[in-house]
C-alpha cells in the first residue's frame, strides 16, 4: 500500500539496497550506535522489506538501579526529558554537526547523572532531510533509533510512508511505541503494533506512560476520521480512552503520564478532566513551545502539569519529578527547564556520523550546490519558480497551484538540493500517498482550456500561471495542478471540472532539480 511519487518508484528499491549496504557498514562500525536492527542485506527486495519483529521488551522495564532505603524513606526522584515533532531535521548542521548528535549527546548525559525517562511525543517524519524522502522514509527511521528514547508516540507525519513503512517502524523499535487509540483493522490483537501503555522503573519510581494519537488529514489539510492508509483504525474518543488506560494502570505506579500527539489545546481539556488520574501530559502536534509546565489544578487539591516544546528538535524539556509516596501520594516537579539545542551541549559523535553516513548513501548530493540564484526568491513567489521549473520539465503548459506552496524563501548564490527541497517541502495527506507540494497533469484540448481558465478566479488561495486566452480548439493542452487542486478541483472550476482527469507525475522538488541542473549547464541562473 505504499505510494510513492514516480520518481521514487524508479529508484525506492535500488537506494534501499544501497542504504541496507550503509547501514550494515555503520552498525558493524558503531555497535549499537545506530540503535536498531538495520535492514537485511542480502540485496533482494523482499529481504529489504521483511517484517521483523524487534526483541521483546521487558515488562516494566527498568531504567537505572533503586537503593532500597531511599524508597523506604517514602521519596522517589527522577529526571526527565522530553521533546517531539522532530520532522527529520538531523541534515541540520550546528558547528559541522548534525543536530541530532547534540540531542544524543545531551539526553546520554541526563541519564549518565541520574535516571531519566526521556519520552518522543512523535512527528518524526516529514518537513526535513531529503533522505527521508529518497529513502521512503527508512533514514529517519534509523536516525530515531539513534536517539536514547525510552518510549514514543506516533504523530500525523508518522504514517506519511504508508502501512509497510509503519509496521517497519513499530516492529522494529528498540522502545515502545504507544498509541492507545489507533489499531490495525486487519491484524488481532496479538499481532498489534502499538502498544496502549508501558511501565517504566525508573530508579525508584514506578511510572506508566499512556499513548494517545490525533487523527489524519485528507488532501486538503483538514481533519478526516477516514483510517490512515485504510487500514490504521483512529478513535477520537480521547478522554475516554485515557480514563479506561488510566483507571486499568494507575494502582501499579506512583506517576501517570499521557504522551500525546494532539496538540496543545486538547492536551489541556485531557489535563482538566484527568483529576488523580494523569500526572503529566507531555505533548506534540501544535508547534507550541511553552517555557514552563502550564499547572492545571483540580477540586481535590491535585494537579496535572502539561508541556510541549516546540518543533524541528530546536529544544528539549527536562526537570526532575519527586513522589511522595504512600497512601497521601505527592507530586511535584523541580529544576524543569527548556533546552535550547546548540553547541553550547555534548555531543554525540557517533549519532552526527550516522546521520553523515545516511544522508550519504540516500542523497549523496544533497547538500552540494546544484545551481545559483542571481536575487532572492520570496517565499510568496516559490511557486512561480516551480511553474517555470514545470514548464521546462514536463512540457507544461499552464498551472494552478496554491499560493501556500513555498514553505521557506531561497537565498541569493549557491542553492543546494536540499535548500530547494526546503522551499517545497511537502506532506504525504492522506498517509501513504503522493506529497502536497506534488504536481498533477491534465490533458486538455483547447475549448476544454478555455473553459477551465473562464471559470477560474484568483484570489488570496491560488494563482495561475501561463495563458488564460486564445487557446487553440485543435490543439491538446497540458494543465498542471498542485495535489489539493487535482484531487478537489470542483471547489476550483465547478461543473468544467469534468474535464480534468489529472495524473501524478512528481513531486515538486523533482521539477526543481531537474530545472536547476538544466540550467547551471548551460550557465544561467535558475531565476
Known sequence: ???????????????????????????????????????????????????????????????????????????????????????????????????YGYIAGFLKQLKEARPTLVLDAGGDYERGSLAEVRSSGEATRQLVQALPID???????????????????????????????????????????????????????????????????????????????????????YPAILEREAKAHRAEVDVLVALTHLGQAEDLALARGGGKLVDLVVGAGSDDRLAAPVVVRHPDGTKTWVMQVGPFGQALGR?????????????????????????????????????????????????????????????????ELVWRAAAATWRVDAMVVGRDLGQAKLPKGDVTLQRLYDAVLGQRQPAGTAGSSSIWIAELGGAEMSAIARVFRPGTTYDWFGPRSKFDPTRRYRLALDKRAATNPKVLFGPESRSLRPALVGEAIDALESYARARAARGQSID
Open 1 to 99: 500500500m505504499l505510494d510513492l511519487a514516480p520518481r521514487s518508484s524508479r529508484h525506492a528499491l535500488a537506494l534501499l539496497v544501497a542504504f541496507a549496504s550503509a547501514v550494515a557498514l555503520l552498525v558493524s562500525e558503531h555497535g549499537s550506535a545506530a540503535a536498531g536492527p538495520s535492514p537485511a542485506t542480502s540485496g533482494s527486495p523482499a529481504d529489504l522489506l521483511t517484517l521483523a519483529r524487534g526483541p521483546a521488551a521487558a515488562s516494566p522495564e527498568t531504567i537505572g538501579a533503586c537503593a532500597p532505603a531511599e524508597r523506604e524513606k517514602g521519596v522517589a526522584r527522577f529526571g526527565f526529558a522530553h521533546f517531539g515533532d522532530l520532522h527529520a531535521r538531523y541534515g541540520e548542521l550546528l558547528g559541522g554537526h548534525s543536530r
Open 151 to 237: 518510549a514514543r508516540t506516533i504523530g500525523r507525519s508518522d504514517f506519511a510512508y504508508g502501512e509497510t513503512a509503519v509496521l517497519r517502524d513499530a516492529r522494529l523499535s528498540r522502545h515502545p511505541v504507544l498509541a492507545a487509540n489507533v489499531m490495525h483493522a486487519d491484524l488481532p490483537a496479538s499481532a498489534q503494533p502499538f502498544r496502549p501503555y508501558a511501565r517504566f522503573d525508573v530508579g525508584c519510581a514506578k511510572v506508566g506512560v499512556i499513548g494517545l494519537v490525533t487523527q489524519g488529514a485528507g488532501a486538503d489539510g483538514r481533519p478526516t476520521k477516514a483510517p490512515y492508509d485504510g487500514v490504521f483504525v483512529h478513535d477520537d474518543r
Open 319 to 383: 526537570g526532575e519529578v519527586v513522589v511522595k509516596l504512600g497512601a497521601a501520594r505527592t507530586i511535584a516537579i523541580e529544576g524543569y527547564g527548556v533546552v535550547d539545542i546548540d553547541e553550547a551541549l555534548p555531543h554525540a559523535s557517533e549519532v552526527s556520523d550516522l546521520a553523515r553516513r545516511i544522508e550519504d548513501a540516500v542523497a549523496p548530493d544533497a547538500h552540494a550546490s546544484i545551481g545559483r540564484l542571481s536575487a532572492p526568491v520570496e517565499r510568496r513567489a516559490v511557486s
